[in-house]
């Protein structure tokens, strides 16, 4: 038995030395484990998309646009479909944790990008991953579980749950959020828990590049496939649109 024991010390002892660790422990306050240093990739916010989605510059100069993994919020910007509730808040969350020119760290799974050409990854700022922060306000549900990108599945599921037994966000009427994704048509009444000045103001990019939003009752507002959605004009304008003309 000593002999074992003696053995088994001096294991620990050269993976020590070596510099061969275990996984750390799970940070106190976030309760799942900090970046892995290996796969993680400083950067700067370029500008939030919606609420999973946000174009980031990495340190080569090169500009990305990251997929939130393991996450789905409530569309905003799909031109295939309408704005969905809870949709401009997520995004509003997304926004206000992640302002444009603020740094950040971009956490890789496994898998690079999706089948779109987007960077996959967890994203960190202030110490929080966004992904995390976005299912424990209820603004987000898990989704797209693919191997081997699960590094956190079991983590998320939990925080989930918690947000579903809450009732609150996305969970407040049973049946909008669905393994599936979201379906607005169980809402007999407008639950939303709406930000009374949002405005939902379309923000869309024309073929010259120029940044131009579009405010309800606005000539073209309607036919707009938004690319952004905005709760004020200052807001906005801030992120560098012009008002379209009447």
């Known amino acids: 038995m000593k002999r074992w024991i003696s053995y088994i010390l001096f294991i620990i002892g050269v993976m020590f030395i070596t510099g061969c660790a275990l996984d750390p422990e799970p940070d106190a306050q976030t309760g799942i484990q900090q970046p892995d240093e290996e796969k993680v990739t400083q950067a700067t916010v370029e500008r939030v998309i919606d609420g999973d989605t946000v174009k980031v510059r990495l340190e080569n100069g090169q500009t990305e646009d990251v997929r939130l993994l393991l996450i789905d919020t409530p569309e905003t910007v799909n031109p295939e479909k309408p704005v969905q509730p809870y949709g401009p808040e997520a995004s509003r969350f997304t926004k206000d944790a992640l302002p444009a020119g603020s740094d950040v760290l971009i956490e890789r799974d496994q898998s690079k990008t999706d089948r779109y050409g ?119 304008k801030e992120a560098g649109f012009i008002r379209a003309a009447n």
């Open 118 to 236: 987007r960077l996959l990854a967890y994203v960190w700022a202030d110490g929080k991953m966004i992904n995390q922060e976005l299912l424990r306000q209820g603004l987000a549900r898990v989704a797209y579980i693919y191997e081997p990108d699960t590094r956190y599945v079991e983590t998320f599921q939990e925080i989930e749950a918690e947000a579903k037994g809450e009732k609150i966000g996305v969970w407040e009427t049973t049946g909008y959020a669905t393994e599936r994704g979201f379906d607005a048509s169980v809402l007999t009444e407008k639950p939303v828990k709406q930000t009374d000045d949002c405005q939902n103001i379309k923000g869309n990019i024309n073929r010259q590049g120029k940044k131009i939003y579009h405010v309800e009752g606005g000539r073209s507002y309607e036919e707009v496939n938004p690319e952004e959605i905005f709760c004020s004009e200052q807001e906005a």
